[in-house]
């Protein structure tokens, strides 16, 4: 083994450990610094999720409920439609009610509390994309 690699070795071997100083220094120092007991900081947490959990619950609901009448709207006005506008129509009220129910399942995830973030984001993303593409149609 030459010098140069022993050398760089030994230099890796202290930047690992001065980094690992480092990272265990800063836990003490925020566990030293913290304003509050853990408990009450998982306390905190707790309640944010929780919160956000519920207003991504009624932005669901609502967005559930209004999918629901675009798409009761758009079963309606089909009959006016000729062949390639009801295929078009009929393919995006089939997208909605499909996003409808994914967002139910989500609701139903939410009190279950199996409920993702990024689930969450992606169902009232489809939900509002779903919506907004019925309607922008029905105006038509």
């Not at 220094?25 to 509050?36: E, I, N, S």
């Not at 306390?43 to 559930?64: C, P, Q, R, S, V």
Request: overall charge positive; proline content about 1%; hydrophobic content about 35%.
């Amino acid at each position: 083994m030459s010098f140069r690699s022993r050398s760089k070795k030994q230099t890796v071997k202290k930047i690992a450990l001065f980094s690992t100083l480092a990272a265990v220094a800063g836990y003490l120092a925020g566990l030293l610094t913290a304003p509050q007991s853990g408990k009450e900081t998982r306390k905190d947490i707790k309640k944010t999720a929780d919160k956000g959990f519920a207003e991504a619950e009624k932005d669901l609901k609502k967005l559930n409920d209004e999918l629901g009448k675009v798409i009761t709207q758009a079963k309606g006005s089909g009959e006016k439609l000729g062949v390639k506008a009801q295929k078009e129509l009929d393919s995006l009220v089939e997208k909605a009610k499909d996003t409808k129910e994914k967002a139910r399942e989500m609701i139903s995830a939410i009190h279950e509390g199996d409920a993702q973030d990024k689930d969450l984001d992606k169902a009232i993303k489809d939900a509002n994309t779903a919506l907004k593409h019925l309607s922008d149609y029905l105006k038509k």
